[in-house]
């Protein structure tokens, strides 16, 4: 017997059904974030991410074009199962002339339409409000001076349109997602007018219905140097989300070290009919270092499982390192992403339930335990197989690294 049929019986015997996990973790949308390939840098000619962002590491061959950058996207996918969207910022604009950001169109993103029809790919956009002269003093949305405001809501206007177009060509929803850099240093003295000012914004911004286009708003606890108030914070967001019909955005890299972003979405779940999600991991702060199989990873997708949520989350991934080589790293978090999921399709959910509602938490904690221990290893590589995609041994073979 080989060693995917004996773990398919020791998964059976749980009452687990390998087959039924594989095939939905083939069909689930992950959304694969385009800035890991060049350290946030885009092509616009900046070269501060700012907004408290920042790739460190100096590992060479980062991409510096959209046709080095789809090069390397196109050895990512190819190493990593299951179906997959392209996330791109507007700042990856693919332009002869550079174009204000308030000025953006969809002609200059036809580029990555082609990337994405020839690839079967679906796309997700981000408004980007940093690394940019009207965002050096780090707010943008929530500025009190209006031209600088009005800058921004028109860029984050424009790009709504071209994410509606991304979904009109390519006959499939674009999540649009609005990320603000947006706070203060030290101790500010006024919170109330900058989230006000956030909140009229966002009005503005989101009040033209564009079909296909799905608008979601990522918070965050803080940036560097932005350590004393985030305008956009958790609770200004899940409220603005759940009043205007807008899907909130958890970054599991944007709360406090021991908060746990498992444990927020069954109460979200049970109010919104979407979530958002930023994958990363990270470490002692939002470093945004890559995702590895490790506990709170694993914790997120159970929780999505068991809440039969799956379909109701918009997976993406956001990290970005650059001190190992960038196209492993990013395959390393993709896998590590979907290794996560596998895992916890292949949990006895209800008999974990019944252990719990029946108070029995020493079995509870027991099984749990033994859980962790099956041959996990051994369904991912039946599914790397039935991809098409190299197991865990090989998929380095054949990376270059650029200009080595
Ligand atoms: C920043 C947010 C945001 C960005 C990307 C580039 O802290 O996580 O999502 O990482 O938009
Ligand atoms: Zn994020």
Redesign the pocket.
């Known amino acids: 017997m080989n060693r995917y049929e004996s773990a398919k019986d020791i998964y059976a015997a749980h009452g687990v059904d390998c087959e039924a996990a594989m095939a939905t973790l083939l069909a689930l949308p992950v959304s694969v974030?385009c800035?890991q390939g060049d350290d946030?840098r885009g092509f616009e000619g900046t070269h501060t991410?700012g907004?408290?962002?920042a790739a460190t590491g100096n590992y060479p061959g980062r991409a510096s074009c959209a046709q080095e950058l789809m090069d390397d996207m196109d050895a990512v996918l190819a190493r990593c199962p299951g179906k997959h969207k392209i996330n791109l910022?507007a700042m990856y604009a693919v332009t002869e002339q550079p174009v204000p950001r308030d000025k953006l169109a969809p002609e200059h993103f036809a580029a990555w339409l082609d990337y994405a029809k020839s690839h079967g790919l679906g796309v997700d956009m981000?408004p980007?409000l940093?690394a940019h002269e009207m965002a050096a003093d780090g707010l943008t949305l929530s500025h009190p001076d209006a031209p600088v405001r009005r800058f921004w809501i028109d860029h984050c206007k424009a790009v709504r349109r071209i994410a509606a177009w991304f979904a009109a060509e390519l006959g499939q929803r674009c999540v649009n997602?609005i990320?603000i850099?947006d706070g203060f240093k030290d101790t500010p003295a006024d919170r109330l007018g900058p989230r006000r000012r956030l909140k009229d914004s966002l009005d503005e911004i989101l009040a033209e219905r564009l079909e296909g286009v799905i608008d979601t708003v990522?918070s965050?606890v803080f940036?560097i140097g932005l350590e004393s108030c985030t305008v956009g914070s958790h609770e200004f967001y899940l409220n603005y989300a759940a009043r205007n019909g807008c899907v909130c955005?958890l970054?599991n890299?944007?709360f406090h070290p021991t908060e746990q972003v498992a444990d927020k979405i069954s109460s979200m779940l049970l109010f919104s009919e979407n979530i958002a999600l930023?994958l990363?991991r990270g470490v002692r702060w939002?470093s945004?270092h890559v995702p590895v199989l490790g506990d709170e990873l694993r914790d997120i997708c159970t929780e999505l499982v068991r809440c039969h949520a799956l379909d109701r989350t918009l997976i993406a991934l956001?990290?970005?390192d650059a001190s190992i080589h960038r196209v492993a790293a990013w395959v390393i978090g993709l896998r590590s992403v979907r290794k996560a999921l596998l895992q916890a399709l292949l949990l006895p959910h209800k008999q974990l339930r019944a252990l719990q509602d029946a108070r029995d938490f020493t079995r509870l904690l027991a099984l749990q335990e033994e859980l962790k221990l099956l041959p996990l290893g051994d369904v991912w590589a039946e599914l790397c197989r039935r991809a098409g995609v190299a197991e865990e041994t090989d998929w380095m073979n054949g990376l270059t690294v650029r200009g080595g």
């Open positions: 974030h800035w946030v991410p907004g408290g962002i910022h981000n980007t940093f997602n990320w850099p990522e965050k940036g955005l970054d890299g944007h930023h990363t939002d945004d956001d990290y970005f």
